[in-house]
C-alpha cells in the first residue's frame, strides 16, 4: 500500500480531495488466492520488485487503486457553511472487469515480465454535479485487448477480443491494440438515468512502421462520428466522416 495523493491546494484556493476505490467482492484480490497472471480480471497485478534497503529482487502482487470521487471545495468564503457556493463533486462507476495486458518489453526478458499492463475497465459512468442525481456520461472504450499475449514462452499464444456498446445492435468490433484508450460510444444521462445524446466513434489508421515482435505502429485519427439527439419527436442524428489519404499531406472533411 504505497502513498497515493488526496489532498491538494489549487492556485487560487480551491482544495480538490480524491477518494479512492478499494477493491470490493466485483474484483477483490487476496494474497491467499490471486489470479491467474496471464487471465487477471481482478484490481491486482504480479510484478518483480526489490524492497527499499535490499539488493534481492522478490516476486509480489499489488493492488491497483482506482480514482472513485472527486470533490472540489471552491475555498475560502466557500460551501454550505459559509456562502452556499457548492462543492463539486465527480464520481466514477466502474463496469464490468478489469483488464491486464502483457507489456512487451524488448528490454526485459519473457521470464521476467508479467501482465502488468493496465488497460482497466471496458465501461465508466462519470457523474458531475452536487446532487444524489447528478447528470452523467456513460463511456464505452477499447482496451487494445486483441492479441495480447496469453503466455510467456510461446509468443504466437494470443487472445481473440472483441467490443461492443451493448444496446445500438451494431456488430462488435475488435478491440485492436492501437485504439487503446479511445471511445467507442458514448452516452450522456440526465438525473434519472435517461440518455439524451449518444455519440459513436469509428477509427482510421495507418500502419508507419513495423517491429519484430513488438505491435505495429499506427496513426490513428477519427474516420466518423454519429451522434443521436433526443427531441421531442424521437430522435434526430448527425454524421460527420473524416476522409484521409495516406498518399497526400491534405484530408478532406463532410458531414
Excluded at 67 to 80: I, R
Excluded at 132 to 153: F, H, I, P, Q, V
Excluded at 241 to 252: F, H, L
Aim: hydrophobic letters at 25%; aromatic letters at 10%; proline letters at 5%.
Amino acid at each position: 500500500n504505497l502513498p497515493r495523493s488526496t489532498h491538494h491546494t489549487g492556485a487560487r484556493g480551491a482544495f480538490p480531495h480524491v477518494t479512492y476505490r478499494h477493491s470490493d467482492a466485483k474484483d477483490t484480490c487476496t494474497i491467499n488466492g490471486p489470479p491467474s497472471a496471464s487471465n487477471n480480471t481482478q484490481a491486482c497485478f504480479k510484478q518483480r520488485w526489490v524492497p527499499e534497503g535490499s539488493t534481492t529482487e522478490k516476486t509480489g502482487w499489488f493492488k491497483k487503486y482506482v480514482v472513485a470521487k472527486v470533490s472540489v471545495d471552491p475555498g475560502p468564503g466557500a460551501g454550505t457553511a459559509d456562502d452556499g457556493d457548492p462543492v463539486m463533486t465527480t464520481t466514477y462507476d466502474y463496469v464490468g472487469k478489469p483488464a491486464w495486458a502483457y507489456p512487451n518489453d524488448p528490454l526485459v526478458k519473457d521470464a521476467n515480465e508479467s501482465w502488468t499492463d493496465w488497460r482497466g475497465y471496458q465501461q465508466v459512468e462519470v457523474h458531475t454535479g452536487t446532487k444524489d442525481n447528478a447528470a452523467s456520461t456513460y463511456y464505452w472504450l477499447y482496451r487494445g485487448m486483441d492479441g495480447d499475449r496469453t503466455s510467456k514462452t510461446d509468443s504466437s499464444a494470443t487472445r481473440s477480443v472483441t467490443v461492443d456498446d451493448g444496446d445500438s445492435g451494431s456488430a462488435a468490433k475488435t478491440d485492436s491494440p492501437w485504439l487503446a484508450g479511445r471511445v467507442l460510444e458514448s452516452s450522456d444521462r440526465d438525473g434519472t438515468g435517461q440518455s439524451h445524446k449518444r455519440v459513436w466513434h469509428s477509427y482510421w489508421s495507418h500502419n508507419t512502421a513495423q517491429y519484430d515482435g513488438l505491435p505495429d505502429a499506427r496513426f490513428v485519427r477519427e474516420s466518423k462520428t454519429t451522434t443521436s439527439t433526443k427531441v421531442s419527436g424521437g430522435w434526430r442524428e448527425h454524421t460527420v466522416e473524416n476522409e484521409y489519404d495516406d498518399t497526400e499531406a491534405a484530408s478532406t472533411t463532410f458531414g
